[in-house]
């Protein structure tokens, strides 16, 4: 509906107007009524009226004012004049300053209606242009957002116009702040332990980088933006400092710190501010500090999240450190099958670098010869490793997606209780014992055309290659074959019971392709399935 007002300083005339035509069948809603302009003019301010119906003649503030000053503020305004005979040449001047449309009282109702009729369609009409226009304002906004977003992400990998110098007018566009002079990066990463996993909801992403921008705009020379991880980046000049640069590190760490705290009060999660070395040379360091910053952001999994971290203030790596005691160690209680006792040793071996305040690159190597001893265990065991990534396991890419030390000694502990459960239910399981279970599995998933040897090995535990000779020396024929066998003597007799439609029966066993069905029943019934008839079969 569009929302309509009239605005005369007589009651009756007002009265008359709103019951004399159907505004509703009109599309018009009555949204208010006043006596003069100016109180028609207050009105505007507080409702989204497209239409004024409105009296030439009234106190205080008259119509053609009304006309003239509801014309500037609020152009999207239509305006239809009323007036009397004695009146017509100040109604000529309100139409030269903008109104719509004139009518003469007393107001013939047919009039008035053939007048709304045409307004309707003339507000329309300007309702969709303005849609259209913002519409297309916005999609420039927006396009504009990304351009700087990829320029800035240029600047940040390394990969865009390091100098003001090489594109003037795009450092003009999208980072009139920077200056070719020393500056650093500051990364503000939202922590996993607040909820919401790796993919944190856009609001939060949002949130944080509103209250960035209001506690380091216009205090220092800076930009803004999201990086590809929607992590919210500041690249920040410092001030001039006499203490070499000391005393304004502090102070931007100072101000990290408080937005730290801003989140946790009034978003109720917590984010890790990182912040990277100085780059002197100015914007051609910035690809450095930005790894330093997210670096230091990182770090949270040994040192602690929701709070700032420096990235000149981390542990320094170990050159080479001596995990050897970690494989002598599990290898000894794997074999003993103690899964207690392995996983109190991965808890204990993991929160130590937390309490000691060991450097990430250690808690990489840690994880990385937790695998490598399972691996060597479930070589020895014969056990199939394949479900936990084998040899594409990326011990940097674990960390970072689990990101809290709770989760990885989490993940850890249940990696190596599944693989003694193997142990144990291998032990457990003569080559029969296996075979049969392999056997049950397939007659119950025989009709999943995805169905193949590694799905079978996998559901009972062992190596596809253990399966495929146990198999074949207690049955005589592979696993295929026996798939085979299990598939056409279903079909057999799904024919013997009267279905005929081949498709469906190829597809109810687990075949894709009815031709390729076909070809199979033939070489094993020595008769193609579509002159079957279940007499003249054969095993």
């Given at each position: 509906m569009i929302q309509a007002m009239i605005v005369d300083d007589e009651y009756l005339i007002r009265e008359r107007l709103k019951v004399g035509v159907d505004w509703q069948e009109l599309g018009f809603e009555i949204a208010g009524e006043a006596e003069n302009g100016e109180e028609a003019l207050l009105l505007l301010e507080h409702a989204p009226i497209r239409l004024a119906i409105v009296d030439i003649n009234m106190p205080i503030v008259d119509g053609l004012a009304f006309a003239k000053a509801a014309q500037h503020r609020f152009p999207e305004l239509r305006i239809i004049i009323l007036t009397g005979y004695g009146s017509f040449d100040y109604a000529r001047t309100a139409l030269q300053a903008g109104v719509s449309?004139?009518?003469?009282?007393?107001?013939?109702m047919e009039e008035l209606t053939q007048v709304l009729t045409g307004?309707?369609?003339?507000?329309?009409?300007?309702?969709?242009?303005?849609?259209?226009?913002?519409?297309f304002r916005q999609s420039v906004r927006e396009s504009n957002t990304i351009l700087r977003r990829t320029f800035i992400q240029g600047l940040l990998d390394g990969t865009g116009t390091a100098r003001p110098e090489q594109s003037p007018d795009k450092w003009r566009q999208f980072c009139p702040n920077l200056r070719d002079d020393a500056l650093l990066v500051m990364v503000f990463s939202i922590d996993k332990s607040s909820g919401g996993g790796k993919e944190q909801p856009p609001w939060k992403r949002f949130a944080v980088f509103n209250i960035v921008g209001e506690l380091f705009g216009g205090l220092r020379p800076c930009e803004l933006t999201l990086d590809d991880d929607d992590r919210t980046v500041l690249l920040v000049h410092p001030n001039a400092d006499p203490a070499g640069g000391s005393r304004e590190k502090e102070w931007l760490e100072r101000r990290g710190a408080e937005a730290v705290e801003a989140v946790r009060r009034f978003l109720k999660f917590s984010v890790t501010v990182g912040i990277g070395n100085m780059a002197q040379e100015g914007p051609g360091g910035i690809p450095q500090s930005y790894k330093e910053a997210v670096l230091a952001c990182k770090h949270r999994t040994v040192l602690g999240g929701d709070r700032v971290i420096m990235f000149d203030r981390l542990p320094k790596p170990a050159l080479k450190a001596d995990l050897s005691f970690i494989r002598e160690t599990l290898m000894v209680q794997l074999r003993l099958g103690k899964k207690a006792a392995v996983e109190h040793e991965l808890r204990q071996?993991?929160?130590?670098?937390?309490?000691?305040?060991?450097?990430?690159?250690?808690?990489?190597?840690?994880?990385?010869?937790?695998?490598a001893t399972l691996n060597l265990y479930a070589a020895e065991s014969k056990l199939d490793m394949t479900f936990y990534g084998g040899d594409t396991f990326n011990p940097v890419r674990l960390v970072d997606e689990l990101e809290r030390m709770q989760e990885i000694a989490d993940w850890a502990a249940a990696l190596?209780?599944?693989v003694l459960e193997q142990t144990h239910s291998l032990k457990q399981s003569t080559p029969a014992k296996l075979v049969d279970k392999a056997k049950q599995f397939i007659d119950g998933?025989?009709?999943?055309?995805?169905?193949?040897?590694?799905?079978?090995?996998?559901?009972?535990?062992?190596?596809?290659?253990?399966?495929?000779?146990?198999?074949?020396?207690?049955?005589?024929?592979?696993?295929?074959?026996?798939?085979?066998?299990?598939?056409?003597?279903?079909?057999?007799?799904?024919?013997?019971n009267g279905c005929k439609n081949l498709l469906f029966v190829s597809e109810s066993i687990g075949y894709k392709d009815p031709h390729y069905f076909s070809k199979c029943f033939?070489?094993?019934?020595?008769?193609?399935?579509?002159?079957?008839?279940?007499?003249?079969?054969r095993e």
């Open positions: 449309d004139y009518l003469l009282k007393p107001v013939n307004m309707s369609a003339k507000i329309r009409e300007d309702m969709a242009r303005h849609s259209q226009q913002e519409d071996w993991l929160e130590g670098i937390v309490r000691q305040k060991l450097s990430l690159d250690t808690l990489y190597m840690t994880v990385y010869e937790l695998v190596f209780g599944r998933q025989y009709a999943d055309p995805d169905l193949d040897l590694n799905a079978i090995a996998k559901s009972i535990f062992i190596h596809p290659s253990y399966l495929s000779r146990i198999f074949k020396t207690e049955t005589g024929y592979s696993v295929v074959e026996y798939m085979t066998r299990r598939r056409l003597n279903k079909a057999k007799e799904m024919m013997e033939k070489k094993h019934f020595s008769v193609p399935p579509s002159r079957f008839t279940g007499s003249d079969s």
